[in-house]
């Protein structure tokens, strides 16, 4: 298989055309109050931070009631309205009922957390035991899960507000080899708010899009590779792929244990930090968690705190620049930004890092049938199909509405793989583990030692193409998406108007480390790295 057709199920592109179906099913359509304006410029709570959130509540200046009511009236003027980013699926009913009980124990002298009170917008492969649908996109799963995912609870226990979950690329981008990223038959396709004609990227395109464009404080993706940082970048976030086993993947539709975990995306450093301290916990329910008992500090909010670039010593993949001159020059600026905020920059090779293509292809095809069969199997009665071959029949069945513009050429190879016994599965996740890991990101990290390992994220956004599927140009998510370790991207500046992010990735664990680099990087920038949408019809050329 081809690099390409794997590629494309986490940095894919399309955007704008009008779709023959757009199931309503499950979309609350119910307009949020208006705000005392009439125009969504400006927008009170744009780029408002989750520290600045928790300070307006805490002096009383905001309620969580009143910042859920604004966010949710954003999301009907702005999603649904004027410029239809089509990013949020549906939005919760009980959301305001909830932050009123966030109100009422603020006022009784308890506050759970940095993230009480706070709304945050979630990916529709994510189980909640509520009002809403989790459908993965597809027709074939309008359902309610029986259960919160274990991220869910630990979201609701911390006091989060959890108002809608946003679109997605369907079955996460596993579904065919020339899909559009950001279309799901449930909800059509999500824009780019800063060009609607442009692509969101990866299959949490709906978080990417929705958190850029101040539709909720912050939002969780979920990545098998590029599936949050691609969004991100393209959208202009923060986005945090942590090391496999940090964040627990219970009651998550998935595509692959072995590169599966969900991650926060933001608008700052500090805002994915915040988010990330709540979802890290080591889960019963899911044993790959075991093994961050104790790397998990009490506050990752002291490495934001610390952050320096001061005595980094960070390693630059060139091999992965050049596919873009214009994305060159931003990342060119961006290293000046480093080392003039005392980060020591050494030219660093990754020479096994095109040699996984086809053994990484192989093992997710592998585990996508085993891990949806089990995922399916543990929803219980609430999911009518249970198997690979079951959803490959509904497909053809509803192919008008579920494959208007590509088929299920994944679905169809994946369904052929026998069990993870297989010796062709063990062969390739061993060689996956070798040429990621051990010669790849821990040889280059420990030759040169280094702190981290930076490259350009992806290109600038493409022009959604429904017919032809997505344009993806370049990017760096392979390395650390294979080997399970952590990948932050940042904002780093502008192309045409389009966002540029650059990626720091190390070893496993490693998140206290790029957190500090992260941070050092966007304070270095002083708020050049990102600015908010102006929701263009144009990228501008």
């Known amino acids: 298989m081809h690099r390409r057709h794997f590629l494309s199920l986490s940095a894919t592109a399309a955007v704008g055309a009008a779709v ?20 969504p410029f400006p927008f009170e709570l744009d780029e408002v931070t989750v520290m600045q959130l928790q300070s307006g509540m805490q002096s009383g200046k905001w309620t969580a009631e009143r910042l859920t009511e604004l966010y ?4 009907d003027r702005m999603d649904r309205r004027g410029p239809n980013v089509n990013a949020v699926l ?58 919160d995912a274990f991220i869910v609870r630990r979201m609701r226990e911390a006091g989060a507000v959890i108002i809608g979950k946003t679109n997605l690329s369907e079955w996460a981008n596993f579904r065919s080899t020339r899909s559009s990223s950001g279309w799901s038959a449930r909800g059509g396709q999500t824009k780019n708010p800063y060009a609607l004609d442009r692509n969101p ?87 790959a968690t075991a093994a961050s008992s104790g790397r998990v500090p009490t506050d990752w909010s002291a490495a934001v705190d610390s952050a320096s670039l001061r005595g980094k010593r960070l390693g630059v993949a060139r091999e992965m620049f050049g596919f873009n ?18 980060a020591e920059l050494v030219d660093v090779e990754l020479p096994t890092r095109n040699q996984f293509g086809d053994s990484e292809f192989e093992v997710l095809l592998y585990e996508f049938k085993a891990d949806l069969e089990a995922y399916l199997a543990a929803r219980g009665g609430g999911a009518q199909y249970k198997t690979l071959a079951q959803l490959i029949e509904f497909n053809e069945g509803n192919r008008n509405r579920e494959m208007p ?75 650390a998406a294979v080997a399970g ?17 650059v990626s720091f990735f190390g070893p496993a664990w490693s998140e206290g480390v790029l957190i500090s680099v992260a941070r050092g990087f966007e304070r270095e920038l002083d708020g050049e790295g990102r600015r908010a949408p102006e929701f263009r019809e144009r990228a501008a050329l």
């Open 20 to 39: 023959p179906h757009r199931a309503d099913v499950g979309r609350n359509r119910e307009p949020a109050p208006a705000p005392p304006f009439d125009s």
């Open 72 to 75: 949710l009236w954003r999301i």
């Open 90 to 147: 549906e939005v919760n009913p009980d959301a305001l009922a909830i932050a009123a009980e966030r109100d009422a124990e603020r006022r009784a002298g308890r506050v759970r957390g940095p993230m009480h009170g706070v709304p945050v917008l979630i990916k529709d492969n994510i189980d909640t035991a509520d009002r809403m649908l989790t459908s993965a996109g597809s027709l074939a799963l309008l359902t309610h899960a029986p259960r």
């Open 201 to 287: 990227c990866g299959s949490s395109s709906g978080t990417g899009a929705a958190i850029s464009a101040n539709f909720a404080a912050v939002g969780v993706g979920t990545e098998t590779d590029g599936s949050i940082v691609c969004p991100s970048h393209a959208c202009g976030l923060v986005g945090f792929k942590p090391t496999i086993g940090l964040v627990s993947r219970s009651g998550i539709v998935p595509i692959a244990h072995s590169q599966d975990t969900a991650g926060p995306m933001a608008r700052t450093v500090g805002d994915a930090v915040a988010l990330l301290g709540v979802i890290a916990a080591v889960d019963p329910g899911d044993e």
């Open 325 to 342: 001159p214009h994305v060159d020059r931003v990342l060119e600026e961006g290293l000046t930004a480093l080392r003039d905020g005392g």
């Open 405 to 479: 513009y590509f088929g299920q050429e994944i679905f169809e190879m994946a369904v052929k793989k026998g069990p993870l016994t297989d010796k062709a599965y063990r062969d390739a996740l061993a060689k996956n583990h070798r040429l990621a890991r051990t010669e790849g990101i821990d040889m280059a990290v420990g030759k040169h030692r280094l702190d981290a390992i930076l490259a350009p994220t992806g290109g600038p956004a493409w022009p959604t193409d429904l017919i032809n599927g997505d344009h993806f140009g370049g990017g760096s998510s392979a390395l």
């Open 485 to 501: 370790y952590p990948n932050i991207t940042v904002p780093a500046g502008f192309t045409f108007g389009l966002p540029v992010g």
